[in-house]
């Protein structure tokens, strides 16, 4: 059984930077195409940023480009998702999982941005 948790949100000032974590567990990780999801109050739930399974190639949503990195270790099955800047706009419940998104979903990890 595939279980995603994440972790690492909080409150952080405009500007403020986080470092998201996702462990994976009974999972084939290393050959899943992972990416990190994010649902804000009353709107659907968004991808953001992507990454092959090797690391590779990483794709950005237009809004969190040169802001946000998405990175993963194998060796561990663990995504992560390094936010600098952040804006207020970047409040939501953030997720991940394989793009497929055909793992059941984690409990996400909530990451406020408010002075």
């Known amino acids: 059984q595939v279980q995603l948790v994440e972790s690492g949100g909080g409150l952080v000032q405009p500007g403020g930077s986080l470092r998201l974590s996702c462990a994976a567990s009974?999972?084939?990780?290393?050959?899943?195409?992972m990416g990190w999801y994010r649902q804000a109050p009353g709107k659907q739930r968004e991808l953001v940023a992507s990454?092959?399974?090797?690391?590779?190639?990483?794709n950005y949503a237009d809004s969190v480009k040169e802001r946000f990195t998405i990175s993963r270790d194998n060796a561990k099955d663990t995504l992560y998702l390094q936010m600098n800047s952040l804006k207020p706009e970047d409040t939501a419940v953030y997720y991940c999982n394989r793009v497929t998104l055909d793992w059941p979903w984690g409990q996400g990890t909530q990451v406020t941005v408010s002075s």
């Open positions: 990454i092959t399974s090797g690391g590779g190639r990483t």
């Open positions: 009974g999972s084939p990780f290393r050959f899943a195409t």
